[in-house]
């Protein structure tokens, strides 16, 4: 005998289902009304960078990081002047600018140390590298650990 | 020698300890369902007395209440049991039923030793007290604003008030008043009105960083809050000044337990496997301390310094000699510590537990650690 099984079994449908979707005891996440920085200017950087300060540029953009900002191009596009900011440092200067910065500003540096690991490019990440050991040795493991926990990306 | 360890069964992780109120039996759990009860003996050897054998599934937290002389301790398993010892000198347990569909986490007894709070992953605290009549332990819920699992919890001194930490990145403080068995409260620098559940306080670790809270600590008086979270940081709440609180983010490892051990200082340990101090001004500002020994990797030395082992480490391991060995006398994150000799005034000697299974005694009061606490009169 052909055992005719209920309709709705021949239909794998159900397993794409998001669970959590329906779950009434999920936890949301805390909106954050703040308001947030739109992120550094390109034209400031740029013309700080050309003019040799790059210290400035930096205290720039990490003051002007749109941390926490929901925008993702907004973020990126920090980041990328992030970037572009700490390999217009000679190596040789790198020690004395991270010495130059408070703890905030060393924290902010960091995320932006691991985003840039992230995106490697024609020897970024060594720069990298030297911009990191500088940091640790002001700010050590415990920045790091903000890199993982604080609810703010950059 | 400040840093004195003991053996206290197998070199397995301790999850939690409490001393009983003469501080010559401790209460631990080996990572597994049982509690273990060792007294000192005469020579410095610690032998088993007893074991607690009531759980189903890991045990998370035990407290002892030193003078009602009650053990309580809660588990995986959803629930609590409150222990007393009989005149033959046998643990009698009493199952204390939670109410809870999830993971017990912590519990602490109150001031008073009427009370018991239990925290869960069901983001429910339980305030559990007895009812006389039916001998019979009553919990009631507080569930409002709760959004996730209850990591820690610390009483205040009045007996009604108490800090929650969270993995919601907040710490907040309830009053637990319960009119069947107690007076009203009267107002403190938290507030007023206390009903049942209220919140009488919260403060959120996540705008300035994010983390969860990994210990809360009400300082002697009740007028400061204090808690780490794994952001690798500490901070502290004072309410006279209106709720203001203090951040300190440190450069270390993230800190898992907090003891208040004077006015203005406080002991935090963690992840770094060595407790470190910490001081607080008048104006509530945290500023960090020593560590209460150096630690740095110790390279072992012994074995393999010949060349042959030099080479088969570099082979095996990637490097000529092995250093996994810490220089601090806890070989693992210290996730429990208690004030084995004083109070929060003044703590004189405290005791550690750790993943690598051991006991440390801290005497805060000798010679070394002694000068490193006077040293630190900011």
Redo the contacts between chains.
């Keep these: 005998q052909i055992y005719k099984m209920a309709k709705n079994t021949n239909s794998t449908a159900f397993r794409r289902i998001d669970v959590d979707k329906y779950s009434e005891d999920n936890?949301?996440e805390?909106v954050?009304n703040?308001t947030v920085t739109a992120g550094p200017s390109e034209n400031e950087v740029m013309s700080l960078i050309s003019q040799n300060k790059q210290l400035d540029a930096l205290k720039y953009v990490l003051a002007n990081s749109p941390l926490g900002n929901k925008n993702q191009a907004v973020r990126d596009a920090a980041l990328t002047l992030a970037l572009r900011v700490m390999l217009s440092f000679k190596t040789s200067q790198i020690e004395e600018a991270v010495k130059q910065l408070d703890?905030e500003q060393r924290?902010i540096l960091m995320k932006y140390i691991y985003r840039g690991f992230e995106v490697p490019n024609e020897g970024s990440s060594a720069q990298l590298l030297v911009w990191h050991d500088k940091v640790f040795n002001h700010?050590?493991?415990?920045?790091i650990?903000?890199v993982l926990?604080?609810?703010?990306k950059v | 020698m400040s840093a004195s360890i003991q053996k206290v069964g197998p070199a397995i992780p301790i999850q939690c300890h409490a001393w009983s109120s003469d501080r010559q039996t401790i209460a631990v759990s080996h990572n597994d369902k049982l509690v273990e009860l060792y007294k000192q003996q005469p020579g410095g050897s610690w032998n088993q007395t007893d074991i607690l054998d009531q759980h189903d599934l890991r045990v998370n937290d035990i407290d002892w209440a030193p003078n009602t002389n009650r053990i309580v301790t809660c588990s995986a398993d959803r629930n609590a049991y409150v222990w007393v010892q009989g005149a033959d000198g046998k643990w009698k347990h009493t199952l204390v039923l939670l109410r809870i569909n999830r993971a017990a986490t912590c519990v602490r007894w109150s001031p008073q030793e009427n009370k018991f709070a239990v925290g869960s992953g069901a983001r429910i605290i339980s305030i559990c007290y007895l009812d006389e009549e039916k001998d019979w332990w009553v919990a009631k819920h507080i569930r409002k604003p709760l959004?996730?699992t209850i990591t820690t919890v610390d009483w205040h001194p009045n007996n009604i008030l108490l800090a929650a930490g969270c993995t919601?990145?907040k710490v907040r403080v309830f009053s637990t008043y319960i009119k069947e068995i107690e007076p009203k409260p009267s107002a403190t620098e938290w507030g007023a009105k206390m009903p049942f559940a209220n919140l009488m306080a919260e403060f959120?670790n996540?705008?300035t960083?994010?983390?969860w809270i990994h210990a809360v600590a009400f300082n002697e008086e009740g007028t400061r809050l204090a808690w780490v979270?794994?952001?690798?940081s500490i901070a502290v709440a004072d309410a006279p000044s209106g709720m203001v609180m203090m951040k300190l983010?440190?450069?270390?490892?993230?800190f898992l337990s907090l003891l208040w051990i004077g006015p203005n200082r406080l002991l935090a340990a963690g992840h770094d496997c060595v407790p470190v101090l910490f001081h607080v001004d008048s104006a509530g500002k945290v500023s960090q301390g020593p560590k209460l020994e150096e630690g740095g990797n110790v390279v072992e030395a012994t074995a393999a310094a010949s060349a042959k082992n030099m080479f088969k480490n570099k082979d095996r391991l990637g490097q000529e000699l092995v250093d996994s060995r810490l220089g601090t006398t806890h070989q693992n994150q210290i996730n429990s510590m208690r004030i084995l000799e004083g109070n929060k005034v003044e703590a004189r000697r405290v005791s550690t537990t750790a993943g690598d299974g051991a006991l440390v005694i801290w005497n805060l009061a000798s010679g070394a650690l002694a000068g490193k606490l006077a040293a630190l009169k900011i």
């Design positions: 936890y949301k805390d954050d703040e703890y924290d700010s050590g493991v415990g920045s650990v903000r926990t604080d609810k703010k | 959004r996730s919601d990145f959120s996540s705008p960083g994010g983390g979270g794994h952001d690798s983010k440190t450069n270390l490892l993230p």
